[in-house]
């Protein structure tokens, strides 16, 4: 059972991982900074991840997940706000490349995620306690 009980436990960690990376794309969405000057030159402002969930597979046996967060491509958007202290001669600033309603599905989809983890651990645990209360 403790395989079982590890697999789930991976599945709960990385949803965890995908709400706070969710939350942190959300609470920046509004923040704003100055476009870079040239095509060449970096990006200041709040850059955006994705959380990616990969396998943990070894010889065949699946022992769970792990997340990996990745940089957004691309990391912002040029945003008309010429009433901005980092507005450039066209009124332009950079904006973080967030899709609010694609945060939020992407929560939603976590709560199913991290409910159906943790049904796997509730079962597995009355199953193991099923097993230990049989009488010979």
């Not at 699946?62 to 066209?90: C, E, F, K, M, W």
């Amino acid at each position: 059972m403790s395989g079982i009980l590890g697999i789930s436990v991976t599945g709960l960690n990385a949803v965890a991982a995908r709400i706070a990376n969710a939350a942190e794309n959300i609470v920046n969405a509004s923040s704003t900074s100055s476009l870079p000057k040239n095509a060449g030159d970096a990006y200041t402002g709040y850059a955006p991840k994705d959380v990616i969930s990969l396998s943990d597979s070894v010889a065949g046996n699946n022992l769970g997940v792990h997340t990996q967060s990745i940089a957004r491509t691309p990391a912002y958007n040029a945003t008309y706000d010429p009433n901005s202290a980092q507005a450039n001669a066209q009124g332009l600033v950079a904006t973080p490349n967030v899709d609010l309603a694609g945060e939020i599905v992407s929560s939603i989809t976590a709560k199913v995620d991290y409910a159906a983890n943790a049904a796997v651990i509730k079962i597995a645990n009355k199953t193991e306690k099923a097993l230990l209360d049989i009488k010979t």
